[in-house]
């Protein structure tokens, strides 16, 4: 996860009753990339439990925010997002992790984000939603929804790294330069004369063997680049058998 990215996402605990638990979200934080943490009325903290379960992730822990209020944990944030675990009388928009990490990559370009997590035994209070922009909902079996803090904050985190990750790859995409339809053109004429030269095709008896391949070239819209590799493969072959 970027620099920038990890400094716009902080993740809230609010009023944490076991300190072990802070030191596993911290871990969980930590290994994907997300760096700030604030905790809202923590009963115990700081303590060794949560440095124990931290597990090297320390220093997320020393730079933790401590606030008395979750107006306090929340101030500047341009998109909060709350966990709940729990259908509300009042709905409230919802997400699911991966939408959810979507939004929280598209929302850092102009903003920060502050996804928060409730109690560990009853969650957030419906006052404390109504702060939220949405809510992020893990599945889970309906016959046992209780999942551990770390283990949300782990799954909201890797949705996060993975939406990021993405971006990146589309972002690099988009800089390289589009193939042309004459440029396509100019590879099948190459593609149709190497696999005759190799004996692929038989240029009398072609059968439905370019038009798959134009079916298959089409579908994957190479860009410039793949392109020019293809077009090196074939004329590395061509020299094979022409020796």
């Not at 911290?26 to 943490?37: D, I």
């Amino acid at each position: 996860m970027s620099l920038s990215l990890s400094s716009k996402v902080r993740v809230v605990l609010v009023e944490t009753t076991h300190p072990g638990n802070i030191g596993g979200v911290a871990r969980a934080m930590k290994t994907m990339g997300l760096r700030r943490l604030s905790l809202v009325s923590p009963k115990t903290f700081p303590s060794a439990y949560a440095t124990a379960r931290a597990a090297g992730a320390d220093d997320i822990l020393y730079h933790a925010r401590v606030s008395d209020s979750l107006g306090e944990a929340l101030a500047g944030s341009a998109l909060i997002i709350g966990s709940s675990s729990r259908v509300r009388h009042i709905p409230w928009p919802e997400l699911t992790p991966r939408e959810c990490a979507r939004r929280v990559v598209e929302q850092t370009a102009q903003g920060e984000v502050a996804i928060v997590f409730g109690r560990e035994s009853s969650g957030l209070t419906n006052e404390e939603l109504e702060r939220c922009n949405g809510v992020v909902r893990i599945p889970t079996d309906e016959s046992f929804r209780s999942l551990n803090v770390a283990a949300a904050v782990q799954i909201i985190g890797y949705e996060i790294q993975m939406a990021a990750m993405s971006a990146r790859d589309s972002a690099a995409e988009l800089t390289e330069s589009p193939v042309t339809s004459e440029e396509m053109e100019m590879f099948y004429t190459h593609l149709r004369k190497a696999l005759i030269e190799i004996d692929f095709l038989d240029e009398f008896a072609p059968k439905l063997l370019m038009r798959r391949l134009r079916r298959l070239f089409n579908r994957a819209q190479p860009d410039r680049s793949e392109v020019n590799i293809l077009r090196g493969m074939l004329t590395a072959a061509q020299r094979v058998v022409r020796r």
